[in-house]
């Protein structure tokens, strides 16, 4: 029950209030994904692929205990220790991927934003990491696991490496078009995770 909450404020806040917030202050939809079948929509179709797979197993952890051995549990890991890392991952990644959120202020968005321009953002976390929210969200499912290791959470884990990895590399290629050598020298001083 304690995970699902927390699944459900980690949304709530890095997607829903982050969303609404910029909404208010700026007028602009952060949502940038859409119906079409560009690399960038379907990409955005597998992230909502990847959000229902996690509440779906979590809600089924939470409140269908007799069903969780369908999820093909790794009994091997459950243990307390391994659990205790996890959450503590989960707790770090949810204040990171907020404070990154933060960071980038107005030029924060899910997805790729052709239609309003932005700031490049290189400094606090960005100097570390070109990548400091999906570096987050990777932490978040590492967590996951670690919390409940099974074979659903090791795929959300998978799924999630290739997504997040074609999405930064689409997002890169929008980058150099629109900052040319700002994020091309940005892209030499500082690596893509960390």
């Known amino acids: 029950m304690l995970l699902f909450a927390y699944l ?3 949304f709530l806040l890095v997607f829903v209030l982050r969303s609404v917030l910029l ?3 700026t007028g602009i939809n952060p949502f940038t994904f859409e119906k079409t079948d560009n690399a960038h929509d379907y990409n955005g179709k597998i992230f909502t692929f990847i959000t229902v797979l996690e509440l779906i197993v979590i809600g089924i952890y939470a409140f269908k205990e007799e069903w969780y051995q369908y999820l ?20 770090v990644s949810l ?5 990154s959120q933060s960071q980038m202020a107005n ?8 239609n309003n321009k932005t700031k490049l953002v290189t400094k606090g976390v960005f100097s570390i990491s070109r990548n400091p929210i999906f570096l987050g969200i990777m932490i978040t499912n590492i967590g996951l696991f670690l919390v409940i290791p099974n074979a659903f ?4 884990i998978s799924l999630s490496t290739l997504s997040i990895n074609t999405q930064i590399r689409l997002e890169e290629e929008f980058l150099k078009r629109e900052f040319r050598n700002e ?3 940005y892209a030499k001083k500082v690596r893509r995770w960390i």
């Open 8 to 10: 459900i404020l980690y």
């Open 23 to 25: 909404w208010k202050k």
């Open 72 to 91: 093909l549990p790794f009994w091997y890991l459950e243990n307390q220790t391994l659990q205790k890392i996890g959450w503590v991952l989960l707790l």
């Open 95 to 99: 204040i990171f991927v907020w404070f």
């Open 107 to 114: 030029s924060w968005r899910i997805g790729i934003d052709e």
């Open 153 to 156: 959470t090791l795929l959300i």
């Open 183 to 185: 994020y091309k020298e």
